[in-house]
């Protein structure tokens, strides 16, 4: 892989639905000098019909290797339309890329100081790992680790960034792909399109049954605005 900048950057922000959101993003993009993105806003949550639902959402598989049930706790029409916009995203860049490093960013994302400049560093050591599908950069993840007592195996330090690699993963507020990984994934996906947990939930499963490497890094980049109570959560 070497590509040592991000191709192209991917945010998920529905401008209708979600005005304070969108114009805060707009507000740190410009703050931040970031002119290669692309907003996604290809479902809303109440644009989920029973249609939609039936099509993709066939089991709870992954939903019960973290202890849920479809029955007892179903999907929202939140998670559902996140997951198929993430997808989006993916698909995205599947049709328009061959190669790169993407960064897929969701609407409550809040960017550290010097986040690009972080960023670049983060994409350029990253060049030292050779397994890696997907990075998460996000505070979200970090905070749900230490909930759990982790880290608990010894970090890669490469530079300035410290990268874990462990078999767990919650919260997608930012997540960088390598081309390999959304090829990987999408095909996964697309053979039997079945949205069976959350997109944090299912990309934590499909890592721990697949060839498939998910790292997150510290010092974290973004901070989730839903977890810091800055935005109320639209998932449920």
């Given at each position: 892989?070497?590509?040592?900048?991000?191709?192209?950057?991917?945010?998920?922000?529905?401008?209708?639905?979600?005005?304070?959101?969108?114009?805060?993003?707009?507000?740190?993009?410009?703050?931040?000098?970031?002119?290669?993105?692309?907003?996604?806003?290809?479902?809303?949550?109440?644009?989920?019909?029973?249609?939609?639902?039936?099509?993709?959402?066939?089991?709870?598989?992954?939903?019960?290797?973290?202890?849920?049930?479809?029955?007892?706790?179903?999907?929202?029409?939140?998670?559902?339309?996140?997951?198929?916009?993430?997808?989006?995203?993916?698909?995205?860049?599947?049709?328009?890329?061959?190669?790169?490093?993407?960064?897929?960013?969701?609407?409550?994302?809040?960017?550290?100081?010097?986040?690009?400049?972080?960023?670049?560093?983060?994409?350029?050591?990253?060049?030292?790992?050779?397994?890696?599908?997907?990075?998460?950069?996000?505070?979200?993840?970090?905070?749900?680790?230490?909930?759990?007592?982790?880290?608990?195996?010894?970090?890669?330090?490469?530079?300035?960034?410290?990268?874990?690699?462990?078999?767990?993963?919650?919260?997608?507020?930012?997540?960088?792909?390598?081309?390999?990984?959304?090829?990987?994934?999408?095909?996964?996906?697309?053979?039997?399109?079945?949205?069976?947990?959350?997109?944090?939930?299912?990309?934590?499963?499909f890592s721990s049954t697949n060839d498939?490497?998910?790292?997150?890094?510290?010092?974290?980049?973004?901070?989730?605005?839903?977890?810091?109570?800055?935005?109320?959560?639209?998932?449920?």
């Open positions: 892989m070497s590509t040592t900048s991000i191709t192209k950057i991917y945010i998920i922000v529905n401008k209708k639905n979600e005005e304070s959101r969108y114009d805060n993003l707009i507000k740190q993009l410009q703050i931040h000098n970031i002119k290669n993105y692309e907003f996604i806003d290809h479902t809303w949550g109440s644009e989920i019909t029973e249609e939609i639902r039936n099509e993709y959402v066939k089991s709870d598989f992954s939903m019960r290797r973290h202890g849920r049930s479809m029955k007892e706790k179903p999907l929202s029409n939140g998670e559902i339309s996140l997951f198929l916009n993430h997808i989006e995203c993916l698909t995205n860049i599947k049709n328009k890329f061959d190669d790169g490093i993407f960064l897929i960013l969701e609407s409550d994302a809040l960017f550290t100081d010097n986040f690009n400049m972080n960023l670049q560093e983060v994409i350029q050591n990253s060049a030292c790992i050779n397994d890696w599908d997907i990075i998460n950069i996000g505070a979200g993840q970090k905070k749900y680790m230490a909930s759990l007592g982790y880290p608990k195996t010894k970090a890669i330090n490469v530079k300035s960034t410290n990268f874990y690699k462990e078999n767990i993963n919650r919260c997608t507020e930012a997540l960088i792909w390598n081309y390999a990984a959304v090829e990987k994934f999408l095909t996964n996906f697309y053979t039997n399109k079945d949205i069976d947990g959350p997109i944090d939930t299912k990309l934590d499963v498939f490497n998910i790292y997150w890094c510290n010092p974290e980049l973004v901070y989730q605005g839903s977890i810091f109570n800055v935005f109320k959560s639209h998932l449920r």
